[in-house]
């Protein structure tokens, strides 16, 4: 089956660590997308790449990093630089000339204490 | 971005049809309407999308006025699993990059 998976669903951390969240897609779409929603918000967006080794900072890019090496993976890195990193985070992917009709992973739920 | 207002809250009874109205005034004749869910701790699902003229898939129908100034997403016969948050976004459907902007929605609650 095609789709995209986060890993881990939940996530501990302590103040001031690196922490890398993984997505993967096998729907071979070119872009993706990572997305940070905090309880009773939408979604906000934090980094995309259209395409494998180039990638834009979104609205709120500040204290993450990614990179894109492959096609079907996508990973995020939440710095220590990161102020609030505590969110549920969200992957997503589309193809390029349908790039609002994206495709959501289950999310990966941060926890910095 | 034309900018969107939905109710907060709507309940519905399974079986029956859930109408969620969304308006957008604003919006500018190169604008889409999107229609998006998520469900409790998971990632938002594509429902559907139009520009003018109404919409059916397998999941919804789209009901787009002839003014364009607000829309309604029909779920026609509803079920307990359709209990989500339904987000209506408007934007322009360029090509290539395109962020997602979900404001708050509206909690659809459908009961037994």
């Known amino acids: 089956d095609g789709g995209i998976t986060q890993s881990p669903k939940y996530l501990f951390r302590k103040e001031g660590q690196n922490v890398t969240l993984s997505c993967e897609q096998n729907l071979n779409h070119d872009a993706m997308y990572w997305y940070r929603q905090d309880p009773g918000q939408g979604l906000r967006l934090i980094y995309y790449s259209q395409i494998v080794n180039d990638f834009q900072k979104g609205d709120i890019a500040e204290g993450y990093s990614v990179s894109r090496e492959k096609k079907e993976s ?40 | 971005d034309a900018k969107t207002t939905q109710p907060p809250s709507m309940d519905c009874a399974e079986g029956r049809a859930a109408n969620l109205p969304c308006n957008h005034s604003t919006i500018s004749g190169n604008e889409y309407v999107y229609w998006y869910r998520q469900i409790h701790s998971q990632g938002p699902q594509y429902i559907i999308h139009g520009l003018k003229n109404n919409e059916t898939n397998e999941m919804a129908s789209l009901i787009i006025t002839e003014d364009r100034k607000s829309s309604t997403l029909i779920l026609p016969h509803a079920t307990l699993r359709d209990t989500a948050v339904y987000y209506c976004i408007v934007r322009v459907n360029n090509r290539g990059y395109s962020t997602l902007t979900f404001g708050k929605g509206t909690m659809l609650l459908v009961s037994p």
């Open chain 1, 74 to 113: 996508f990973p995020l890195t939440v710095t220590s630089a990161q102020k609030n990193p505590t969110a549920f985070y969200l992957c997503a992917s589309s193809r390029r000339d349908r790039a609002k009709e994206q495709y959501f992973g289950p999310g990966t739920r941060l926890t910095v204490t």
